[in-house]
């Protein structure tokens, strides 16, 4: 009986505590916001220690057989039970739990107490406190990092052209070197060390076009050894030798649109009177277009002016070449001894040597070739004649470019103007020279344009590739020559005035000014301006004046230089078109007559060309702006800008292969020439150009007093004719007759 009284005290203490268990199990397997889970009545010290610990550990699933002891120490603790042992469910024979905590397996799993559980007796080791939240981030977590893939390896044909860029920068020593070097990395760079001309197997067969259209460079005008393409490979070769050919053709390429485009020479540093340079490259932009052609001969052949007249003139030197077995000799009478100073017995000057070519003087020694020595000197008298002496000084005349001399040989070769003068054909060099200036054109001259061919003393409005127009022009004396540029025709200008220059206030009107001629100016119908004012020319001391800063303007009438018309494209040179007064000028073969600017024999036929396209005007309506009683200085603006090209083209073509010559009158073709074919630096060419001369004479007169009235003889006439070869300093005061007055300013002004 008493056994059964035991039996279910035990049952009913373990019904009691057995949902205690379960919730705790349940609590225990979620996170818990503070370091207890239960009560602490209900839970022993080291029941919470176990409980305090399992929060900051990860949960593990419980099975049954691992609650079960958990169940019997909570049974333990618990006061109901009578005895010290422990009593648990498997103390009883065939004892099952009781119904209510069945469910406490299928709770959420505890995490199972430590395998290393301290007795009662001692102390429990505290477990470390959870974090103050411990409540999960709602942020889900970012995904595991995933390595990258690893980069291919460089193909050893572009790492070895990649590494042959980096060396040969060293070697770029000029300024467009160093450009050029920079825009090829720049374009490697970009396509990771991808060759264009090679392949592991040797060159393609881009490479193959591109070297035989540059080995025919001769064709086009150019130098052939000006692009170097020796030694490469003709098979398959090592990384480094692929690499190195590919750069020396990418070089050459680049070097071949340079010369196309006309680089091999930049005119304006020859004289300050051809003022064109060549066409600037965009090496980048070329290579990028040069990697996707599909056939590289045909883009180098674009490369060049696609101009029809060059296309012409390239046939007439093909076939002028291809009759010839070597390189024809220039001819003697062509040489033109540009103006340049006083040269005496034992001087040194670059324009002996033209007058040992003209007069045909070997030097004793290459380097005597400037020397004017006696064997020069002897020359000269018996061209100019044995008992010839300078009229002003008595004395024989031993110098090189006296005017006597410059005039013959200018003369002699400006009376043949054409291809069948004397039965001579032009020589290979001035066919390459003239091919050579279509390269400092622009691309594309306009549909309607303004061409000023000025060796030939001819103007062409051309419309849509036809000439419309063709007259006869005046163009600048070789000391005051007709600038070579191109610019935009803006507006025309009906009864002009004209601005008298510097150089004429200097030379001509202050003599007569400082000796007390104050009618001078009347008589010319000129005025002095000051604003709207007019000065009177005895208001002012001309002793004290600078002339140069007064406005000396001359009214529009029949003794204007520039006629009714004036034709403006504004530029740094003040040069412009116009008509004038003197027409028995035009009559002549040497048009070489003013001081710059050009004149048009039928200039009214010229505007109504020009405002019949933009204006739409006739002929009535020129000729209603005419009238005398018509608006003086007459301003119409153009609705569309005009090109105008001034040129200077000694050899031309037509369509039938007609080969036309003119006289190299400014000696252009012989600066060219000098560095372009036959080796000279442009600052020693450079020293003979008649711009600098006329420069250095404008810097004399600004730096000297004006000249004295004792100086004054009636007026500065037609002047010594040119700069540096008048006459001895001690004689420059004295002034030459001028021409008579029926062409006063067309030899004086010359406009």
């Known amino acids: ?237 090592s990384p480094e030798a692929l690499a190195a050919a590919e750069l020396k053709l990418t070089r050459a390429l680049v070097t071949y649109a340079w010369h196309a485009r006309g680089g091999r020479v930049d005119p304006s540093q020859l004289s300050k009177w051809l003022d064109q340079s060549p066409r600037p490259l965009d090496v980048k932009a070329l290579l990028e277009q040069f990697a996707t052609v599909s056939d590289p001969s045909v883009a180098l052949q674009k490369l060049h002016p696609q101009h029809r007249q060059f296309e012409l003139l390239r046939q007439a030197y093909l076939k002028a070449r291809g009759v ?111 091919l050579e200036r279509w390269r400092w054109l622009p691309e594309q001259l306009g549909t309607t344009y303004i061409w000023n061919n000025l060796p030939e003393y001819v103007t062409r409005v051309v419309r849509n590739g036809s000439v419309v127009f063709q007259e006869r022009i005046i163009v600048g004396k070789p000391t005051n020559q007709t600038p070579v540029f191109s610019d935009e025709m803006q507006f025309v200008v009906f009864h002009p005035d004209w601005g008298v220059p510097g150089t004429i206030k200097v030379q001509d009107l202050l003599p007569a000014l400082q000796s007390g001629d104050d009618s001078v100016l009347a008589r010319r119908n000129m005025r002095i301006v000051n604003g709207n004012r007019t000065v009177r020319a005895y208001e002012i001391d001309w002793e004290r004046t600078d002339i140069r800063r007064l406005s000396i303007i001359q009214d529009p009438g029949p003794s204007n230089p520039l006629g009714q018309l004036k034709f403006m494209f504004p530029n740094k040179h003040d040069v412009y078109m116009h008509d004038t007064p003197t027409k028995n000028l035009f009559e002549t073969p040497v048009r070489a007559y003013s001081f710059g600017c050009i004149r048009v024999r039928n200039p009214v036929r010229f505007a109504e060309l020009i405002f019949g396209q933009d204006r739409n005007w006739s002929m009535t309506d020129i000729s209603e702006r005419l009238r005398p009683n018509a608006p003086q200085v007459n301003r119409v603006d153009l609705n569309r800008r005009i090109p105008v090209h001034n040129t200077y083209f000694t050899l031309t073509a037509d369509e039938h292969g007609k080969v036309t010559r003119f006289a190299d009158v400014y000696g252009h073709d012989q600066r060219i020439q000098a560095v372009l074919l036959d080796g000279q630096r442009p600052e020693v060419v450079a020293r003979s150009d008649p711009a600098a001369a006329l420069d250095r004479k404008v810097k004399e007169l600004a730096a000297n007093p004006a000249p004295r009235r004792e100086n004054y003889s009636g007026g500065w006439g037609g002047g010594w004719g040119g700069w540096g070869w008048g006459p001895p300093p001690q004689q420059q005061g004295r002034r030459a007759r001028g021409p008579s007055s029926n062409d006063f300013f067309s030899g004086i002004f010359g406009n």
Not at 37 to 45: K, N, V
Not at 333 to 349: A, E, K, Q, Y
């Open 1 to 237: 009986m008493r056994r059964a009284a035991l039996c279910l005290l035990s049952t009913l203490a373990l019904a009691a505590v057995q949902p205690a268990i379960a919730q705790e199990a349940a609590q225990s397997a979620q996170p818990a916001p503070g370091p207890t889970a239960a009560d602490p009545a209900t839970l022993s010290s080291k029941t919470r220690s176990e409980g305090e610990a399992n929060l900051s550990a990860p949960a593990a699933p419980a099975t049954a057989s691992e609650a079960a002891p958990a169940a019997d120490a909570q049974a333990t603790a618990a006061p109901a039970a009578p005895s010290s042992d422990p009593i648990t469910t498997s103390s009883i024979p065939d004892a099952k739990p009781a119904s209510d905590a069945a469910p406490a397996a299928s709770e959420p799993p505890a995490a199972p107490a430590s395998q290393d559980t301290a007795s009662p007796a001692t102390p429990a080791t505290p477990a470390p406190e959870a974090p103050a939240t411990a409540t999960p981030s709602t942020t889900p977590a970012p995904p595991p990092a995933v390595a990258a893939p690893a980069e291919p390896p460089v193909p050893p044909l572009n790492a070895a052209l990649i590494a042959a860029l980096e060396s040969s920068q060293r070697s770029a020593r000029q300024a467009q070197d160093r450009e050029w070097h920079e825009a090829i990395s720049a374009f490697y760079a970009a396509r990771k060390g991808l060759p264009v001309w090679t392949t592991d197997s040797g060159l393609n067969t881009a490479a193959l076009a591109l070297s035989a259209e540059i080995g025919r460079a001769d064709d086009w005008g150019l130098d052939p050894k000006a692009f170097d393409l020796t030694g490469l490979p003709q098979g398959s070769a």
């Open 324 to 434: 010839k077995t070597e390189v024809q000799e220039e001819d003697p009478r062509d040489v033109t001894i540009p103006n340049g100073p006083v040269v005496r017995l034992g001087d040194r000057h670059p324009h002996v040597e033209l007058v040992r070519k003209r007069l045909e003087v070997p030097a004793q020694s290459r380097d005597d070739a400037d020397l004017y020595d006696e064997d020069v000197a002897a020359a000269v008298r018996r061209f100019l004649g044995a008992t010839y002496r300078d009229s002003r000084t008595g004395k024989t005349v031993q110098r090189a470019t006296h005017p006597a001399l410059t005039n013959a040989a200018r003369s002699s070769l400006s009376r043949r103007t054409t291809q069948q003068a004397e039965g001579r054909q032009p020589s290979l060099k001035q066919y390459l020279v003239n």
